[in-house]
């Protein structure tokens, strides 16, 4: 399984923006998939997932961003909205073929698949 993420870019505090995670080779429908941030000089962080009893949110972003998944299109998405300048990280998808449970899914060594990361920058 490849990821690709995207959609990254520069917007002012408060605005929003869209990532993409396109996934591609043997694709699964199943099992969890999310996303990660990291911001420099600090540690990868979770976002959100995507898991069989529903979604999953980091604290820092919950009520703000939101994560989906179109399985026809092999495509898993966040919406950012409300920005903050601490909003401004790498961008990583990520997905395993087993679904996470509580706490695990916060863990990134136990997702199997990794994108190749897309930058979000706020300004203030």
């Known amino acids: 399984v490849q990821l690709q993420a995207s959609g990254g870019g520069l917007v002012q505090a408060g605005g929003s923006l869209r990532l993409s995670c396109a996934a591609s080779?043997?694709?699964?429908?199943?099992?969890?998939m999310g996303w990660f941030r990291q911001a420099p000089g600090k540690e990868r962080e979770f976002v959100a997932v995507?898991?069989?009893?529903?979604?999953l949110y980091g604290n820092s972003v919950k009520g703000r961003f939101t994560v989906s998944r179109d399985n026809a299109k092999n495509t898993m998405y966040l919406q950012m909205n409300s920005l903050k300048p601490e909003d401004t990280a790498v961008y990583y998808c990520?997905?395993?073929?087993?679904?996470?449970?509580?706490?695990?899914?916060?863990?990134?060594?136990?997702?199997?698949?990794w994108g190749q990361g897309t930058l979000v920058t706020v300004s203030s």
């Open positions: 990520a997905a395993r073929r087993e679904y996470c449970s509580g706490s695990e899914c916060y863990s990134s060594d136990l997702y199997t698949y």
């Open positions: 080779g043997r694709t699964f429908s199943s099992g969890s």
């Open positions: 995507l898991k069989w009893s529903g979604t």
